[in-house]
C-alpha cells in the first residue's frame, strides 16, 4: 500500500499534449477515478504511472519513492488492462502465476496464492483453462486475479468493465468494491463512464484535454462542479443548459429570458453582483424540475410555462422533454404526474440547486 | 477425426490411379510408350529401388534438403529474432535483406557454381538460401504481429526484457514462424530437384534427368512421385508440430 504523487506531470505524443500539468495526490488506501470522455488522456496518465509511458516534465512518486527513471517491472504496480492483455498459450493458473514464478515464489507457495485468489474470485474451477475458452467475465475475474497476486502497492485499472454487458458490469462494480474494501490497495480506476465514477471513486477526477478539471468526492461534485463542463459530465440525463440575462428588479435578482423569469435565492444573490445585466448561463438539473401540480410548496417566482414534447417513460421515472420559447429543456419526473404531449404546462425549477455559469470563461459563478 | 478426413482424401487418388491404369491399358492414347500404365511404374519404382539407383539418388537428395534447410531455418530463426526483437539490429539489415530476399533461390545457381564449383557445397547452399530468407521474413512478422497490450502487461507484471522474449513473444510469434517452416520444407524438394537437374550430377534431379535422354517415361513419373510425396510429408510433418505446439490456445 501506498500514497501516490504526481506533480507538475506533462506528456506530449509529438504535439498532441495527452496530459497537461497534472497535479495529484493519492492518499495510502483512497479508490481514485479518473473520468473523462474518449481521448481525454485517462489512459496516458495512468501508463505514466505504471512506467509504459516516459514523462515529459514532472515527477511522479509511488509511497516516498520519487519513480521516473525505474522501470514498470520495479515499481510495485498491479495494471488490468481494457481487453485484460492474458497469454492465450497459458491457461488461467499460467497467466495468474506468471507475476509470482517472476519473482522466484517457491512453487508450493505459488499454488497456495494462486489457489486462494482463484477461489476469492469464483474461478477455482477454471484453473486448466485457456483464456479462449472463457467467457468475457471470467477472463475479466482472471485478469484481476493476476494483478491481485502479485500483492501490488498500487493497482491500475484501465476501463476493466467496458467489455462486460451491462448486468455483469454493475455485478463486477460491486465485486471490485467489495475487493478494495478486504484488500484496502490503493487503487486508480479508469473509465469514461460518469456513472461508473460515481458509484466507485471515494474521489473522482474530471479531465479534459489532458486538463484535469475537478478533483473531489463524488457527491461534491455533483453539487459543486466548478465549471460548466464538469457540470454537464456528471449526472444522467446531462444538466439543462440555459442563456439568460442576469436582471435585478426591487433589489431582487431574476434569471430572464424569453421563456421564462426566474428569481435567484436571496443568499446567491449577493454572489452574483458583478452579473447584473450580463448574459451568463442557467445550469440546473432534469431531478431538480417539476410539474407545478406535484409540487405543495414552491415560490411562485421560480414558475414557468412549456409545453410538452417527448416522455420518455423508464418505469421509476419519465424523462420528459420539454419546450419553451428557444429553451429545450429535460427533466425527470414522477411517472404519476399526467401530462399531456404537445400540451402546456407549468413547471417549478428548484433555484435553491441551480447553478449559473460564467458565458465567457463557464466558470460556476454559483 | 483427422484420420477420417485422410482416409477419404485417399478415394480420389485411388480413382485417379485407376483410371491412369484404365486408359494407358486400354491404349486409348496412341504412342503409349510415352504413358506407361501404373503398374509398369510401380515395377520399375521396385527395380529401381532393388538396384539402389533411386535409393542412392533419395539419399543424397536427403541430405542435402536436411543440412541445408536445417541450417538455413536455424539461421533464418535466430536472425529473426534478433531483428524482430533489437530495432537497432532490424535498422541495420532489413533494407540489405529487402533486397536479397526477391531473388529466387535458383537465381544464385551460377554465381554459386563460379564461387564454390560442383561439390556437395553447391546445392546445400542452394538449400540455406532457400530458406533462409522466408524464414527470416515470418519470423520477424511474427514477433511484430504479438499484441504490444501482452508485452506491455508482463512489463507490469515484473518480467525482464529477456524473460518477456521467451515467456511471451516467442510462443505467440511460435505459428507464423512455422507458417515459414513449413512452405519452406515442401520448397526445399522443389529447388533441390531443379538444382539437380540443371547443375549436379547426383540426386533425385539428376536421375530425371538422366531418363529424360533415356527416354524413359517410367522412370520420370517415378521421381515425380518421390518428388511429390516428399514435398508432401515434409509439409505434413510440420504441419502437425505446428498444430500440436499451438492449436490449444489459438
Ligand atoms: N502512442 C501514442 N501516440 C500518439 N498519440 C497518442 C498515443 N497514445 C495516445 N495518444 C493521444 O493522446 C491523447 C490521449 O489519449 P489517451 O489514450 O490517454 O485517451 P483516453 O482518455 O484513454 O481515451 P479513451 O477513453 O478513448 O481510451 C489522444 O489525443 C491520443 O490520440
Ligand atoms: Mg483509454
Not at chain 1, 479508490?31 to 481521448?39: D, K, R
Not at chain 2, 478415394?11 to 496412341?30: H, M, Q, T
Not at chain 2, 522474449?165 to 531443379?194: H, K, S
Request: hydrophobic share 45%; net charge positive.
Amino acid at each position: 500500500m501506498a500514497e501516490v504523487h504526481l506533480k507538475n506531470v506533462n506528456k506530449n505524443f509529438g504535439k498532441v499534449m495527452a496530459v497537461k500539468n497534472f497535479n495529484l495526490d493519492i492518499k495510502d488506501g483512497e479508490f481514485i477515478v479518473l473520468v473523462g470522455p474518449s481521448g481525454c488522456g485517462k489512459t496516458t496518465a495512468l501508463r505514466l504511472i505504471a512506467g509504459l509511458e516516459e514523462i515529459a516534465a514532472g515527477d511522479i512518486y509511488i509511497g516516498d519513492k520519487l519513480v521516473n527513471d525505474i522501470p514498470p517491472k520495479n515499481r510495485d504496480i498491479a495494471m488490468v488492462f481494457q481487453n485484460y492483455a492474458l497469454y492465450p498459450h497459458m491457461n488461467v493458473y499460467g497467466n495468474m502465476s506468471f507475476g509470482l514464478k517472476l519473482r522466484k515464489f517457491p512453487k508450493k507457495e505459488i499454488n497456495t496464492i494462486v489457489n486462494r485468489t482463484a477461489n476469492l474470485l469464483g474461478i477455482g474451477s477454471l484453473l486448466n483453462r485457456k483464456p479462449k475458452e472463457l467467457s468475457g467475465g471470467q477472463r475479466q475475474r482472471v485478469a484481476l486475479g493476476r494483478a491481485i497476486v502479485r500483492d501490488p502497492k498500487v493497482f491500475l485499472f484501465d476501463e476493466p468493465l467496458s467489455n462486460l454487458d451491462a448486468k455483469l458490469r454493475t455485478a463486477m462494480r460491486a465485486e471490485l468494491l467489495d475487493l478494495h474494501q478486504r484488500l484496502k490497495t490503493t487503487t486508480i480506476y479508469v473509465t469514461h463512464d460518469q456513472m461508473e465514477a460515481m458509484t466507485m471513486g471515494d474521489r473522482i477526477v474530471v479531465m479534459k484535454d489532458g486538463l484535469i478539471q475537478q478533483v473531489d468526492a463524488p457527491q461534491n461534485i455533483y453539487e459543486h462542479p466548478v465549471n460548466k463542463y464538469v457540470a454537464g459530465f456528471i449526472g444522467s440525463p446531462s444538466m439543462n443548459f440555459l442563456p439568460c440575462k442576469l436582471i435585478e428588479k426591487d433589489s431582487k435578482m431574476y434569471l430572464v429570458n424569453k421563456g421564462f423569469s426566474l428569481r435567484v435565492p436571496s443568499n446567491k444573490a449577493r454572489i452574483s453582483k458583478d452579473y447584473v445585466n450580463k448574459e451568463v448561463i442557467l445550469g440546473i438539473r432534469p431531478e431538480h424540475l417539476n410539474a407545478k401540480k406535484a409540487v405543495r410548496d414552491y415560490d411562485p417566482e421560480t414558475i414557468f410555462t412549456a409545453s410538452v414534447w417527448v416522455v420518455e417513460p423508464l418505469g421509476l421515472e419519465n424523462i420528459v422533454h420539454i419546450k419553451n420559447e428557444k429553451n429545450s429543456i429535460i427533466c425527470r419526473l414522477d411517472p404519476h404526474i399526467i401530462l399531456k404531449i404537445g400540451q402546456t404546462d407549468e413547471f417549478v425549477a428548484r433555484m435553491d440547486l441551480a447553478h449559473v455559469f460564467d458565458k465567457e470563461t463557464e466558470k460556476t459563478i454559483f | 477425426m483427422n484420420r477420417l478426413k485422410f482416409g477419404w482424401g485417399i478415394l480420389p487418388v485411388a480413382i485417379f490411379l485407376a483410371i491412369w491404369e484404365g486408359v494407358s491399358r486400354l491404349n486409348l492414347i496412341p504412342g503409349h510408350f510415352f504413358f506407361p500404365p501404373l503398374s509398369t511404374v510401380m515395377q520399375e519404382f521396385y527395380y529401381l529401388i532393388a538396384n539402389g539407383v533411386l535409393t542412392d539418388n533419395f539419399l543424397r537428395s536427403l541430405v542435402r534438403v536436411l543440412i541445408g534447410f536445417s541450417a538455413g531455418s536455424v539461421a533464418g530463426i535466430g536472425m529473426g529474432i534478433m531483428m524482430g526483437y533489437k530495432k537497432t539490429v532490424n535498422k541495420a539489415l532489413y533494407p540489405i535483406i529487402s533486397l536479397l530476399y526477391p531473388i529466387p533461390a535458383l537465381g544464385w545457381l551460377p554465381i554459386l557454381m563460379l564461387w564454390v564449383g560442383i561439390g556437395e557445397i553447391l546445392p546445400i547452399m542452394i538449400i540455406f538460401i532457400c530458406s533462409f530468407f522466408p524464414v527470416i521474413y515470418n519470423t520477424i512478422t511474427g514477433i511484430e504481429s504479438v499484441d504490444k497490450k501482452l508485452i506491455k502487461a508482463a512489463k507490469t507484471l515484473g518480467a525482464s526484457d529477456r524473460h518477456i522474449l521467451y515467456t511471451v513473444i516467442l510462443p505467440l510469434a511460435l505459428p507464423n514462424i512455422f507458417t515459414g517452416l513449413r512452405l519452406e520444407a515442401g520448397m526445399a524438394w522443389r529447388v533441390i530437384i531443379a538444382a539437380e537437374m540443371v547443375a549436379i550430377p547426383t540426386g533425385i534431379g539428376a536421375l530425371l534427368m538422366r531418363a529424360e535422354s533415356l527416354i524413359r517415361v517410367d522412370i520420370i513419373i517415378v521421381c515425380l512421385m518421390v518428388l511429390s510425396a516428399m514435398c508432401f510429408l515434409f509439409e505434413r510433418f510440420f504441419l502437425c508440430l505446428e498444430l500440436k505446439l499451438t492449436q490449444k490456445w489459438r
